[in-house]
């Protein structure tokens, strides 16, 4: 018996979310005496599944159907079962996103299993099974005992220090009995979003709002997002005047990010806009208003104006790469 993990990629690549979950996956599995296997769905080269040992995998199973990597939630709730039963496994480890927590759902009704999502800690093995979620946009936290045979979790971004060294992990080619209603629903168009980096797996971003005064400055941004290797978010207010694309707005009602490093640029920091980026593990704001709600969020903040302190930043990183 091991814990399970559902891990998520895009266009071949493993999410850092998903490699984090596997991590989780692996410190728990030495809590309870066993060790963690890896679920990896649709196409995905060998490299790269393997490249989950260092992360805490002890063996990974391979779904290698390529209709998967169209993210029909029918067939990965099913895919996500049979490894489950395959592996004796009664607890399930995945990384919050909006599909795992559809697969979760179809799961937990399956299998009568108790799940939780937003998951901050390793469980509380001394009494039972408990864990803590966050709760109200990052503002506090639940504590949550799960009494069912089968536990699935939901685990949010920088829960814990992703492991990044180990021998590669075990791949075994898994076969899974689709009906034609796994794959009734047909996905008829794709729209991905712009940009070199995925605004939701970055691990650098920088954001800027309405302080940026018009469109044609955001030149800055770009400059200072290309010299850190960082993607390009933008407040709400900004996506709606048409400034910035709609896919690049953060926030409550836009794209949740939990980058290492989140750099906000003339936003001041509602709190729809802060429920967005609460799982970054440092926030800097930029402001010339020392009253923006940002600084008492932000983890370091600087007072001054975007348009001499955003220039001399860009050109301070270039000057440390050289």
Known sequence: ????????????????????????????????????????????????????????????????????????IQAYATAVYEAMVAESANILIQAKSSLSDIVAGRLASKIQAGAVTNVVSLPDLSDGFTVKRSIYTGKATATVSIESEKKILGIRKNTVEMQEEGPKAEVVPFEVSFSESDFSTRITKKE???????????????????????????????????????????????????????????????VKVGPSLYIAVGISGAIQHLAGVNSSKVLVAINNDPEAPFFSAADYGIIGDAFEVVPKLTEAIKSLKK
């Open 1 to 72: 018996m091991s814990v399970l993990v559902f891990v998520e990629s895009v266009d071949g690549s493993i999410k850092k979310s998903s490699r984090e979950a596997v991590s989780y996956a692996a410190m728990l599995g030495k809590q309870i005496d066993t060790t963690a296997t890896a679920l990896v769905l649709g196409k995905v080269e060998k490299n790269e599944i393997e490249s989950l040992g260092t992360n805490g995998a002890t063996k990974v199973l391979h779904v290698g159907d390529e209709r998967l990597n169209n993210y029909i």
């Open 192 to 254: 991905m979003a712009g940009g070199d980096i995925l605004l939701s797996e970055a691990d650098l971003v920088v954001s800027a709002g309405r302080g940026l005064k018009g469109p044609e400055n955001w030149g800055m941004i770009e400059d200072l997002a290309k010299a850190l290797g960082a993607a390009i978010g933008c407040s709400k207010p900004v996506s709606d005047l048409g400034w910035r694309p709609h896919h690049e707005h953060v926030g409550q009602t836009g």
